[in-house]
């Protein structure tokens, strides 16, 4: 059966909930990570607009490892989910609840709702609820448990438990329709009727996720409850579990799925899905965030370069969206390329410098005593870069006492030999003569070549910004020379005119 299929979305009475505020008081939200993989863009996304939630309205942010999964969650996940949130910015508040350690009070909520009649014991076992699913689907109808168990009188009941046979605890769902105002799909309705009476506790004793989720919100007091469209069938089954506990459901909000660029949900086959895959290729965490945020969450009119800072200023839940969000990559380098360009040299010192180091292009020391150079490098370079890893590509020349060269750019730009030999001697013997290696005296040298070849301008650039960098795009052609220096720029065009016709 489909989840549409399950549950109606009503157009909802002029209640206009969007536009009320999440909360009356500050809210306690949860990020709720199954610690059995590392941590993903749509988990990221969702802890995300939880913090969001928290840090626009004065609440809690809390992180709760949903590790009841034994055979499948690992400390290694664990560590990651950690460390993915603290890249991101992403802090929480109070003491991480770990849900395998509530399971005494998962089974004093399911006990509980025993002893109130909201549930019961069911004592079919597999094999007999398999002869009742065959027997039950021969039409359309999909297999509901038929509450046989819930029928057994007093007497057979404590036969039963007096031969010690094994029994799961059951949820009977009353009769009725659930619904929610859900703050990105408005109201939300279920038939009761569709639902059946679902296991709360396993035989062993151990909550079913609907239950441990449940007794875990009402014991951090969570009042919203924001995650993946993928949950909403699982909503009412939690919403009929808190009135069973005579406790007052939270709010929810359902964010919608994240899609790759075919329109279909993100998987590995889209490429990259950790956090950490990205930050590995060179993603700044404020431009991920950034990104996150856009899936499935809009500030309004065009803006869309945001720190995290910015979006606590104007996150709200009116702009959630209901429609998948779509997972582009190049919109992401984009994103990183804006915020490269925006933030501080200082900032990105400490991340671009282990990657200069670990290239092999310069030692830590040799930037410690030329720093304030080395950050005008950073200043220069970012502006045009995706990622780190392009500036550490196109940093290379500043370093090298020799570089490769592009074949693509030589092909295009040292096209003709003679031409191009006599262009870079000249410019050579030019910039060598000059009194001060600074932007106007060069410029004012190399124009008056260009004229004298009676070339444009262009033509000696290029071809030099080749020779100098090995590359046919850089920083403006005098920024690169005074960035290099006088003596790697010179030395640097003396390499390209012995490779273009060596001796
Ligand atoms: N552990 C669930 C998940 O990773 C969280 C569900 C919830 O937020 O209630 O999807």
Redesign the pocket.
Known sequence: MSQKSWFAIVTPEPSNSKKMPLENSPPRV?????PTGFLHVG?AR?ALFNWLVARTQGGVFLLRI?DTDKARSTDESTAAIFAGLEWLGLDWDEEVVYQASGLAQHQKDADRMLASGAAYRCFCTPEELTEQRKAMTVGKESFKYDRRCDRLSEEERSARLAAGLPFVTRFRVPEGTTEWDDLVHERISFPNKDIEDFVILRSDATPIYNMA?VSDDIAMKITL?M??D??IS?TPKQILLYRALGVEPPKFAHVPMIHGTDGKKLSKRHGATAVADYQNEGILPSAMVNFLALLGWSPGGDREVMTLADMTKLFSAAGLQKKAAVFDPKKLEWMNGQHLSRIAASELEPLVTPMLVQADIVSESELVERREWYLALIDLLKIRARTTHDMVRQARPYFAARITYDPDSTAKSWKDVDQTLTLLQSARERLSKLHEWRPDSMEGALRALADELGVAAGKVFQPLRVALTGMSVSPGIFEVLEAMGRDLALARLGQAIEHIRPE
Do not use: K
């Open positions: 949860r990020f709720a990570p199954s988990g969702t949903e989720v409850v995650r993946g993928d949950h699982n």
